[in-house]
């Protein structure tokens, strides 16, 4: 990794004699970096962006060393008779905090608004050892919804901890640090103030201070450094001062603390330290190869405007994003880039990215014609000018042409669900009427992806209906039918339902995609418990099974359906979420998601099952 420059500058003899002579000065000034003089320099503007709470969203007037939510016990809300458990409170910000058992850390949690809690003994069977090996593992930048609520939920429950021998608050430690890594600090700081463990302290500052930075709250985070650097070795901290006070005007004090901290044992941080170098005019203002845009590398980037490339939005922690959205010095495609993929792992409502798509500029001549002239745009540029241009139309038959062939575009980009959900409210515009019956498969599966089933299973009535006089209805209604399906919104499927939509599939389908198709339909309604007549079986094994181009992992399969097996909820949510990794459902494979999918189900998660499968069947275009 690396900032502006990789080669660490000493100042001239001249500037550091002079700001050596300073030093009695700056000392003197130390614990006063965040406040103002006259009125603190401001070199780049904080630019707001609101965030979804319930997704790591960082309230703008919280404290600088409390979380959002107050520290309170509370009781199983089951009301099943636990021990020692105290009735608790629920904060302003509607998360409820506390915990099983006074004595064992590792037992507290928080409950988090939206995320339906698992039950104290989810933990019951498993070994402590294992889990602790396998949290710090658990993935953090998830784009899967289902899997995010999942992992939430994992994290916040109050549980007892798995058997085994262990140090108190190693696993609450773990836990909250996962959550950080998911962009969800406030939830992590409202854990660890009601577990209490040891090293608590020094974790919730440290996440505290990392929220304030990826906000851009340069005053909450220059108050929590107060007092904190005081330690030789101890480089976080003091890069903390030096940002501070570079943000605060003080450019000198900035160096000399940089030179300072280099003569010390602290662990370098070159992208940083080039940045505040640049800054003074001792390095070239570009950043290269950003791979750890840390919330400390971020804030300094921003403070001195510079470019943030493309390659350090792949690799930002989730609530870093919305800082390099909202930076005008970024490159427009990158702004989208960075907003898109915030929106994706659940840290920027859907809104925040439509209205970032609505700042775009395009040409007349774009904005006239966007599916032909939108051909040589950068892909993020063309999703928000295909928005513009659908929202600048208002005949809703125009719209729904304009909706599809869009549709069709990002399909080709992978993006269908990003659009989908950016599109969503338009496409409730178009009313599922006779005259827009070829638009049917379109519309429910634009409305099927934003969640809004009851709207899709409009269409797909329509769809039926018109299909017996309207060839493109009927197509529609076959379009739609396996994602009804696997939702449960529709009647289990008979052998005239399967062969009907095979036949319809072998038209325009590559024989080995359609076998994937295949088996990927049957393996997820089997592992929903959905009803499969014995001819739909006969029909399938007609064709030759192949297996899928990825495997998972034969340990972490084993030991996932062994937990399942043995209902252990816990783990066996964890070795799903492992199994699916980062990339989610979209990527697994076919193997890996029908495992989790039936790993799931067995441990009486059926709906957070289901939410899995749809994700994968959008993914494979089923």
Wanted: charged share 25%; proline share 8%.
């Amino acid at each position: 990794m690396a900032g502006p420059r990789k080669t660490r500058r000493r100042l001239p003899c001249g500037l550091a004699g002079a700001l050596a002579a300073a030093g009695l000065l700056v000392a003197s000034a130390g614990e006063s970096f965040g406040q103002s003089q006259d009125e603190p320099l401001r070199l780049v503007p904080v630019q707001e962006i609101e965030l979804d709470d319930a997704a790591g969203a960082a309230p703008a007037d919280d404290s600088s060393s409390t979380p959002a939510a107050e520290a309170l016990s509370e009781g199983n809300g089951d009301a099943s008779g636990e021990e020692d458990v105290r009735a608790g409170s629920q904060g302003e910000d509607g998360i409820v905090v506390g915990t099983l058992d006074a004595i064992d850390p590792d037992a507290a949690g928080v409950i988090l608004p939206g995320i339906e809690p698992f039950p104290a003994e989810a933990w019951a069977g498993s070994r402590r050892v294992r889990i602790e090996a396998l949290l710090p593992r658990l993935p953090g930048a998830v784009r899967s919804p289902a899997m995010r609520r999942l992992a939430l939920a994992l994290l916040a429950s109050r549980a007892h901890p798995p058997a085994g021998e262990g140090a108190p608050g190693t696993l609450v430690l773990s836990r909250a640090e996962r959550l950080a890594a998911m962009g969800a600090r406030e939830h992590a700081l409202a854990l660890l103030e009601t577990a209490g463990p040891p090293g608590g302290k020094e974790a919730a500052a440290r996440i505290g201070s990392e929220r304030h930075l990826a906000a851009l709250d340069f005053e909450s985070a220059c108050e929590l450094a107060r007092g904190k650097a005081s330690r030789a070795g101890d480089g976080y901290w003091r890069r903390v001062r030096i940002l501070c006070h570079a943000q605060g005007g003080l450019i000198e004090a900035a160096m000399l603390g940089l030179e300072l901290l280099h003569e010390s044992d602290a662990a370098p941080d070159d992208p940083f330290d080039e940045t505040i170098y640049a800054m003074a005019g001792l390095a070239e203002p570009v950043p290269e190869g950003l791979e750890e845009p840390t919330p400390l590398r971020v804030a300094a980037w921003r403070l001195a405007q510079f470019p943030i490339p493309a390659e350090a939005v792949s690799a930002a922690a989730p609530d870093v994003l919305p800082a390099i959205a909202g930076a005008p010095e970024v490159s427009p495609a990158v702004r989208l880039l960075a907003a898109e993929r915030a929106w994706a792992t659940g840290v920027l409502p859907i809104e925040s990215l439509r209205g970032l798509y609505r700042e775009m500029a395009f040409s007349p001549e774009e904005r006239a014609e966007p599916l032909s002239q939108g051909v040589g745009l950068e892909t993020p540029l063309l999703r928000a000018l295909l928005l513009q241009a659908v929202e600048a139309q208002t005949v809703p038959t125009l719209r729904a042409e304009l909706v599809a062939a869009a549709i069709g575009i990002v399909r080709e980009q992978a993006a269908e669900t990003l659009m989908a959900h950016a599109l969503a409210d338009l496409v409730r515009t178009i009313p599922p009427a006779p005259e827009h019956g070829w638009f049917s498969g379109v519309a429910g599966r634009v409305l099927m992806a934003a969640g809004d089933r009851d709207a899709a299973a409009a269409w797909y009535a329509l769809a039926r209906a018109q299909a017996p006089r309207d060839a493109e209805a009927a197509r529609a209604a076959l379009q739609l039918w396996p994602t009804l399906l696997l939702s449960g919104d529709v009647a289990p499927p008979t052998a005239a339902d399967f062969d009907a939509w095979l036949a319809f599939r072998e038209q325009d389908s590559d024989p080995d995609f359609l076998i994937d198709q295949m088996n990927l339909l049957l393996l997820l309604l089997g592992a929903l418990e959905t009803p499969i007549a014995p001819e739909i079986w006969d029909r399938a094994l007609s064709y030759e099974v192949e297996q899928g181009a990825w495997e998972p992992a034969p340990v972490l399969d084993r030991a996932l359906r062994e937990a399942a097996g043995e209902g252990r909820l816990g783990e066996t949510v964890l070795m799903a979420l492992l199994l699916l990794g980062e990339s989610g459902p979209d990527r697994a494979g076919l193997a890996a998601v029908e495992t989790v999918v039936s790993a799931l189900v067995s441990v009486g998660l059926q709906e957070e099952a289901r939410a899995i499968a749809l994700e994968a069947a959008r993914a494979a275009r089923l």
